[in-house]
């Protein structure tokens, strides 16, 4: 269920752009391109993040088992990772494209397809949430009988509400400050993930000290977007 989600939030992503660059005058042509570029540096970054930083023992020990990504097991950290190298790299073969400026405008559809994601989690009963008393709980019968809390429909709600933030602050200026955008989507949504850890299953094979390995890996991608956001108002006020 999971690959449906994923390849329709791609798929939407990819027409969101496509609206973008014809408003802003751009040609849609390389957007093809960008799309392989993207889809390729998020399946190997998400794939290498979960073989490195959640079970490393296992694969390293099994590394046939690390290309049988239909098994399950991709981490939205090493997939940003990923997604940020793929731009990179397709940029260079357009220079005529600004990397902040893609950057800025990439946030958008990712933010709506990371909810696609996560809602095919979901349906997929996987990273499931911790048990919880409350009304609201959800059985997952694949795992368990216990009633647990939808973590994943709580981080497609939060990416949700992210991804109207960015495109209500671009249709209202076009986001003229570099890096800006970019910078808030990284802090909203790896800050939003800090949190959501707290009601999290652990997904590491290992134990980590007092915060979750998720947890640990998101602080980086938070600091970075403050420091985008920093650099966007330093060069505004030059």
């Not at 994923?6 to 751009?26: A, H, K, N, P, T």
């Not at 919880?132 to 009633?147: A, K, M, Q, S, Y």
């Not at 959501?196 to 915060?211: I, N």
């Amino acid at each position: 269920m999971v690959w449906p989600a994923v390849c329709g939030g791609f798929l939407l992503g990819y027409r969101l752009m496509q609206w973008i660059c014809v408003r802003e005058g751009f040609d849609t042509e390389p957007l093809d391109n960008l799309l392989l570029y993207i889809f390729a540096g998020a399946i190997i970054g998400a794939r290498l993040g979960h073989v490195i930083f959640y079970d490393p023992v296992f694969y390293f020990s099994h590394p046939l088992e690390i290309i049988k990504i239909w098994r399950g097991g991709l981490a939205s950290h090493g997939g940003t990772v990923g997604v940020i190298l793929a731009i990179w790299l397709f940029v260079r073969k357009h220079p005529q494209i600004e990397l902040l400026w893609l950057l800025d405008r990439l946030v958008v559809p990712t933010a709506l397809t990371a909810c696609f994601i996560r809602l095919g989690n979901f349906m997929n009963s996987e990273i499931v949430g911790l048990p919880t008393h409350g009304h609201w709980g959800v059985v997952f019968e694949r795992i368990d009988n216990l009633p647990r809390h939808p973590v994943q429909l709580y981080e497609a709600a939060s990416y949700l509400l992210i991804f109207i933030l960015l495109l209500t602050l671009y249709r209202r200026n076009g986001f003229p400050k570099r890096g800006f955008s970019f910078g808030i989507f990284m802090v909203l949504v790896f800050g939003s993930r800090f949190l959501l850890e707290y009601v999290k299953t652990p997904q590491a094979a290992y134990a980590a000290d007092l915060m979750s390995v998720g947890q640990w890996l998101s602080i980086p991608f938070v600091l970075l977007g403050g420091v985008f956001i920093w650099r966007s108002y330093r060069q505004q006020q030059r």
